[in-house]
């Protein structure tokens, strides 16, 4: 690129001492340069989308979860969902949406079984799963000790973490201004700080590996995003706050850390360029030091396990029996 860019300088400067047929000549050697046909010095070019998305679906080809994209919704397979004795079941997988229910599951101490759901091979779009939720996205749960004693169904992160919460009358503050500042950073979390980073995640990580204008995009966009949201946590609690909310730590902490934790130790780029230090995630001192505080507590180390990749349900029951 330098070589030919080098290239044309030359030529530039050759032009303004020739006439019109030197010129013509020029014109034909920034053509066999190929200089032309970049798109970076073609003022004029510019994205018309197609009639139609269908003819753009080949492009996301490459990408980690091609297998498992489509533009339907439904099953695809017909398999039933297990079920065990406890009152509630989990279907999840330890993604930081996963871990958000997990760390609540453990901190309330209730009885429940956790099924993994194994995303990659689309185990969420079988009948099973469908039927609990329809969206095909973990979390889901069943509680067979529901509202008046029926069973319902859960999906969506935030509402099973609000659902829990209220049943049991923990972790939400019975001040009804602190409830609400609860409830205002629950919805920043599931409407913006985890849509942005998994996508910042995406185009990092995941994204098609030759798509590298489409991705220095996503990643410029999204990342920048995530700069921003971080930086909201790092001046909220800049004050010396120990939790999001009050003094106490409440519903907001437990759905927060997960995404903000996920950029301090995943996000892991094949080159070994990873998002702590791509962001430079280390200069939200404030930010930091809340998640560790969050981190020390033992309920939060066993529920970012729950529903494990590849070591099961609840890890830390393996380690017992052995």
């Known amino acids: 690129f330098f070589m030919r860019l080098l290239s044309v300088i030359n030529l530039l400067l050759i032009s303004s001492f020739t006439n019109k047929s030197s010129n013509s000549f020029i014109l034909k050697k920034l053509t066999s340069l190929n200089i032309l046909n970049m798109s970076s010095f073609d003022a004029n070019k510019e994205f018309i989308p197609p009639s139609k998305i269908d003819s753009l679906y080949s492009v996301t080809l490459g990408n980690n979860f091609a297998a498992i994209n ?93 659902y829990l919460a209220e049943k049991y009358n923990r972790f939400i503050p019975s001040d009804p201004l602190l409830k609400v500042q ?54 909220h609690l800049s004050s010396g706050r120990n939790y999001l909310v009050g003094d106490e730590y409440t519903l907001a902490d437990i759905a927060i850390f997960p995404w903000f934790n996920q950029l301090r130790i995943g996000y892991k780029h094949s080159s070994g360029i990873a998002a702590k230090e791509f962001l430079s995630i280390d200069k939200y001192v404030h930010t930091n030091a809340w998640a560790d505080r969050i981190l020390a507590r033992e309920q939060v180390k066993r529920g970012i396990t729950v529903c494990h990749f590849s070591d099961g349900p609840k890890p830390w029951l393996n380690k017992k029996e052995e």
Do not use: C
């Open 182 to 235: 609860v409830i205002n950073w629950l919805f920043w979390q599931v409407g913006g700080q985890g849509p942005i980073t998994g996508n910042f995640g995406h185009f990092f990580v995941y994204a098609p590996k030759d798509k590298i204008e489409a991705r220095e995009y996503g990643i410029s966009r999204f990342g920048m995003e995530v700069e921003r949201l971080v930086d909201v946590l790092e001046k």
């Open 70 to 162: 489509a533009p339907t919704s439904g099953a695809r397979e017909q398999k039933e969902l297990p079920e065990g004795s406890a009152p509630f079941q989990l279907y999840s997988l330890s993604t930081p949406n996963g871990q958000k229910v997990g760390i609540l599951l453990e901190e309330l101490g209730i009885d429940y079984d956790a099924h993994v759901i194994n995303i990659g091979k689309g185990e969420q779009f079988t009948s099973g799963f469908v039927s609990v939720n329809p969206n095909s996205k973990i979390p889901a749960a069943v509680d067979k000790d529901g509202p008046n004693g029926q069973r319902v169904n859960l999906f969506e992160s935030g509402s099973i973490l609000l």
